[in-house]
């Protein structure tokens, strides 16, 4: 399937299939595998594969989404939501710090990593930037400091995620 290349964003295949590409929000590169190749005309990318071999079938897959996700990066960004839930448990960001209060003896402290944005809202930390892996890496790594549990709900989870919740013990 091609990839359409909105306004605003250029691309430039370089060899040993170094893609660049540039638009509004930013720049971001990537090394293809050489079996794969690129083309570009009309304002579209298109990927080949040189045969139907299993490998290759799945780097075309690959490269495809990652070549997709790269040109959707850099013209619209990428936002991951997460809500922190719990009685005194608290967000709150300071700079490029991120401070967690999470229910342990010691608030959590996170930075933010280089090309990734956090932004507090009440009880909702919204994730952002351009490198959809970073973003997706990020939101992990926070929501990974207190995970919600079954059976109250407490903890940090995705905006769009659903805990199934579990029943407690039968008392008299």
Known sequence: MPIAIPDGVSVEVAENNHVTV?????????????????????????????DDQKRNRAL?????????????GVHEGFTKKLEVNGVGYRAA????????????????ELEDPEGVETAVEGQVITVSGIDKEKVGQHAAIIREKRPPEPYKG?????ADETIRRKVGKAGK
């Open 22 to 50: 540039k638009g509004p929000k930013g720049t971001l590169e990537r090394t293809f595998p050489a079996e794969i190749e690129i083309t570009q005309e009309n304002g579209v990318l298109e990927l080949k594969r040189p």
């Open 60 to 72: 075309h897959g690959l490269s495809r989404s990652l070549l997709n996700n790269m040109v959707t």
């Open 93 to 108: 960001k300071q700079g490029k710090m991120l401070t967690l209060t999470l229910g342990y003896s010691h608030p959590v």
């Open 154 to 158: 407490k903890g940090i989870k995705y």
